[in-house]
């Protein structure tokens, strides 16, 4: 029984835990690496922070684990090219000094539409 007992308290405790993610920052040079969580435990976000300010590449993802969007910061600015995924779409954002210069919808390999 007393078995039984700290079983339970233990799946309890993980079922807690998984619930309540919190995200873990580590140190990697002069830069510290980021990953942010969903509520159930999968990776929502991965990037860097450089002085306390977004630099360097950045992924999002769903709650299923599923690759959304992707692109760089540099000193908080995002930059270049980033992209968007959503169903059977893929957008392509270029940014300038944080402004969208150009985008391009991308549907199974060809170009769906070019907005400047």
């Not at 942010?36 to 929502?44: K, L, T």
């Not at 402004?99 to 170009?111: L, M, P, Q, T, Y």
Request: glycine share 10%; charged share 20%; proline share 1%.
């Amino acid at each position: 029984m007393k078995k039984i007992l700290m079983m339970a308290a233990f799946f309890c405790t993980v079922t807690l835990v998984a619930q309540n993610i919190e995200p873990k920052f580590e140190k990697n040079g002069d830069m510290v690496e980021a990953t942010y969580f969903h509520d159930n435990g999968n990776i929502a976000q991965t990037g860097y922070f450089l002085n306390g300010t977004l630099n360097g590449k950045w992924k999002m993802y769903d709650a299923q684990g599923k690759k959304i969007a992707m692109g760089e910061y540099v000193n908080g600015v995002k930059t270049g090219k980033w992209f968007f995924w959503k169903g059977q779409q893929l957008t392509e954002v270029d940014y300038d000094n944080n402004a969208i210069a150009s985008v391009v919808k991308w549907n199974n390999g060809e170009a769906v539409a070019v907005n400047k």
